[in-house]
């Protein structure tokens, strides 16, 4: 049988998280995001983030977090090179230690260290979200505030075709290799990607007029099998995420001791051991991706 | 009888699954002869994909060994085994891409690195063999689904592997262009091909297979004519596949002999 | 057999793709009634008109394919053209020969509820139906499973359970045993004739399996070019035998020997071909 796991996706549990409502998780999801755009602090980012590890251990969704940490972990890491050396700040800019022909900038490794921070936190909280709710709960509490009844199946039907079409995918390719093709580079897409598509679109045409037999097309009023229950607690849990993230961004916004975008000083030695760590991490990266997609 | 030559040996094989720790295949041995019809036969999950999957190195044994005309699959790598062993997926769709009907025949031979007039010859030889003439310059989307599939048969014999693994032949197809395949099977087999039909078409079972493997559970639990097979009660059962519909009344009828065909029946009910 | 009220007539109905196509017409002049409670089955070969002529019954053809149409169609006295989706849907149910291209929803439940949900079903109603038709299909308790980790067999039976949740009255059936293998054809025949017997529904099914039709069906249709060539019992079909052998299609292999006896001066079967095993073995014996 194919295997039907989409990388990132509801991890089953019981957990306290798991019990609330979807809502309530987007709340904070959302609250986050803006607290993230707000600062650069990296203090307060870095305390974001910990309460962020923090629900990951109630919902004990680790193993599943930390693999998509280590997809993402190390492209950040880029931010911080780049940064360092090119900082996306208003000049002027106090240099550190040069490297070569580079100068690593106060402001560049500040502002590396605060977008990997915010990457890490909007992660972090969208993971939660989407690892403790079924797809099914979060697509059918959006529809009640909301969401068209068609979108919703939009939403469900592509998250459905991305493993559906990966199978597809592998079983083409061992078709091809059957016939001799190299399965790599180039001259492998277009006869492993023809057959997928075809397939794929004759799949859409024949669902549509399946769908037309179930009434998709009528006009009339449409419920929704999925129940979705929000109660006081998911009430609260979502005007609690509210809070945090109103309160959070009216002292970030209000109290301009908070940026410390020019009196955080970092140490030459601070500044190269992250330098080259993030370097040496990304470059390791490369090469493991590069051999397993050699090896595919 | 030609004297028998193998042309598969499947030695001792084990084959499990590492996700979810399946074994599949379950110390299976046996040897097929050039020149052969085998049918396979199982349900879902019994390992009949699996064994198939290994004769042409899609999959690699746990334990045991495959010898494809002596030579030990192991080393091998699916590109090299294709120009030995021939696999007709059961849709043709999940091999069909190039734009004409020639472009697909000439595709394998290419991957191979043959010579032009060599990829000519075969490609003149396989519209011949398959009766595609008039479809050359055709794109094969466009061809109707039974023609199709003969397209994408056609597009593994370019290759001229000994052995062809059929993947339900016949299935999806009407009754013209099954007769049609049917037909084709045995020319292969006149060219000196060896043919592995995975297939529950019992026609084609009773008709034009020499011999028939079933499996179970990982297991080879029968390996003999369709005629013995087809009278082995409890085997056939295991496999929900009920022996043709003519078969069925000779048995009822507890004629003398298993009948396979509407003619052989004439017969027996002559004498 | 006592035959029902008619629910669904074709009335010179002929209709052609606006797509090109080899042929002008996909269905031509079709006249055809079938009756409440009818297993009918549709033989001929790809291509032949019977996919078109099905997807008629619940107006797919011609509201949302675009084509030419003439003729009347009626099912259950309403005119396809001028139905509602919506009284469609509660008609007619359909199941089509690929199941996996059919599902599109996250669990089994899911899949079943869709229907019922355009159809603005209570969660309550929708509670009590979903294990009702899982029932019937003999899936019950795969519920929360994922449609797609589901076997052909089951699927296809998926589909059925889909179909009937919504409560109609006729089931139509195109080649559903075409992409499934021997067990999973054997559960859905079982399914359809049960539902064909136990609950009266009229089956309209397109397939290859000519033994298998011979005997469960009521009715026998065979269809080429567009066209209806013969319509009757199994028996009054299939002895034509030397008709259907030039239409390229099969008729039982017992019929087949039947046919060939009767050519070579056997008297026995003057009063016509068996058509089933049973049939056949008596007629030996």
């Known amino acids: 049988m194919q295997g039907i796991a989409v990388p990132i996706s509801v991890v089953p549990g019981n957990s306290p998280i798991h ?278 | 009888m030609m004297s028998a030559k193998p042309i598969v040996q499947v030695e001792n094989v084990t084959h499990i699954y590492s996700r979810g720790n399946v074994v599949a295949l379950d110390d299976v041995s046996l040897t097929i002869n050039r020149g052969e019809i085998v049918g396979l036969i199982g349900q879902n999950g019994s390992g009949k994909t699996t064994l198939v999957k290994h004769m042409n190195s899609l999959l690699k044994p746990t334990k ?107 299935t999806g197809q009407d009754n013209i262009t099954t007769q049609r395949v049917y037909k084709l099977i045995r020319r292969l087999r006149e060219n000196g091909h060896t043919v592995i039909c995975v297939a529950h078409d019992m026609i084609l079972l009773a008709e034009v297979v020499d011999r028939l493997l079933v499996m179970r559970d990982g297991h080879l639990i029968a390996d003999d004519t369709p005629r013995k097979v087809f009278a082995m009660n409890e085997i056939m059962e295991s496999t929900h596949l009920a022996p043709p519909q003519i078969t069925q009344l000779s048995l009822q009828l507890n004629k003398r002999k298993v009948v396979l065909s509407v003619d052989e029946m004439l017969k027996e009910l002559k004498s | 057999m006592a035959k029902g009220k008619p629910v669904i007539e074709f009335k010179d109905v002929s209709f052609a793709y606006a797509a090109a196509s080899d042929r002008p017409y996909a269905i031509e002049d079709i006249n055809l009634t079938i009756y409440e409670g009818e297993y009918v089955a549709l033989l001929g070969l790809n291509g032949a008109g019977k996919t078109s002529l099905q997807l008629c019954i619940n107006g797919v053809i011609p509201n949302s394919i675009m084509g030419e149409f003439s003729g009347e169609f009626l099912v259950y006295g309403q005119d396809t053209e001028t139905a509602s989706v919506r009284e469609l849907a509660k008609l007619v149910g359909m199941v089509f020969d690929n199941p996996e291209f059919q599902l599109s929803q996250m669990s089994v439940a899911e ?42 067999g089951q699927q296809q039976r998926l589909s059925i359970a889909s179909a009937l949740a919504m409560r109609p009255k006729i089931l139509v059936m195109d080649e559903p045993t075409s992409n499934v293998d021997p067990i999973g054809k054997e559960e859905i025949f079982a399914v359809a004739a049960k539902l064909n017997k136990e609950e009266n529904m009229t089956i309209i099914m397109a397939e290859h399996e000519v033994e298998v039709m011979a005997a469960y069906a009521d009715r026998v249709i065979v269809m080429d070019q567009g066209k209806i060539l013969l319509n009757g019992t199994p028996k009054e079909v299939f002895s034509e035998s030397d008709l259907i052998q030039k239409l390229g299609l099969r008729t039982p292999q017992v019929t087949e020997l039947a046919a060939k006896l009767h050519k070579k001066g056997s008297r026995k079967y003057s009063k016509g071909y068996p058509v089933t095993l049973d049939e056949a073995a008596a007629s030996l014996r």
């Open chain 1, 19 to 296: 019990r609330i409502n979807p809502l309530p998780k987007m709340a904070w999801m959302v609250g986050v995001l803006v607290i993230s755009f707000v600062t650069r602090n990296p203090v307060i980012l870095g305390g974001v983030f910990l309460l962020g590890l923090l629900f990951v251990t109630i919902a004990q969704i680790w193993p599943s977090y930390l693999r998509v940490v280590m997809i993402l972990f190390p492209i950040s890491l880029t931010l911080i090179l780049l940064q360092s050396i090119a900082p996306a700040f208003p000049q002027p800019w106090s240099p550190i230690v040069d490297v070569g022909p580079f100068t690593i900038w106060q402001e560049g490794i500040y502002s590396g260290l605060s977008l990997l921070l915010r990457i890490m936190c909007m992660t972090t909280f969208a993971m939660v979200m989407i690892m403790t709710s079924h797809p099914s709960d979060i697509f059918a509490s959006m529809q009640k505030i909301g969401l068209p009844y068609t979108m919703n199946f939009i939403l469900t039907m592509t998250l459905q075709l991305i493993p559906i079409l990966q199978s597809e995918f592998n079983t083409v390719l061992k078709a091809q290799k059957s016939r001799g093709l190299k399965g790599t580079g180039f001259a492998a897409i277009l006869p492993s990607m023809v057959p997928v598509f075809v397939g794929a679109i004759e799949r859409v045409q024949q669902l549509s007029i399946s769908l037309e037999s179930r009434a998709f097309g009528s006009t009339g009023k449409k419920t929704s099998y999925r129940q979705v229950q929000f109660g006081l607690k998911d009430a609260l849990v979502m005007a609690a995420g509210m809070a945090f993230s109103c309160i959070m961004s009216y002292w970030l916004l209000t109290d301009p001791t908070l940026d410390w975008s020019r009196t955080l000083t970092f140490s030459p030695a601070f500044a190269l051991t992250l330098f080259f760590g993030a370097g040496i991490g990304f470059l390791l990266f490369v090469v493991l991706a590069l051999r397993l997609v050699l090896t595919a």
């Open chain 3, 111 to 152: 899949e079943i509820a869709l229907g019922m949900e355009n159809l603005g079903f209570s969660f309550e109603e929708m509670n009590r139906i979903i294990p009702e038709v899982l029932e019937i299909v003999g899936l019950s308790g795969l519920e929360e499973r994922s449609p797609f980790a589901l076997s052909g």
């Open chain 2, 64 to 170: 045991g060994r495959i010898l494809i005309d002596g030579e030990d699959t192991e080393k091998q790598s699916v590109q090299a085994m294709s120009a030995k062993v021939g696999y007709v997926y059961q849709n043709p769709n999940h091999q069909l891409f190039a734009r004409t009907v020639v472009d697909e025949l000439e595709f394998g031979p290419r991957n191979l690195k043959l010579d032009e007039a060599e990829i000519e010859a075969r490609r003149e030889e396989a519209i011949e063999f398959f009766g595609l003439e008039e479809m050359r310059e055709l794109h094969p989307y466009r061809i109707g689904f039974p023609l199709r599939k003969l397209v994408g048969m056609a597009s593994i014999f370019t290759m001229r592997p000994d052995v062809f693994i059929l993947d339900e032949p016949t």
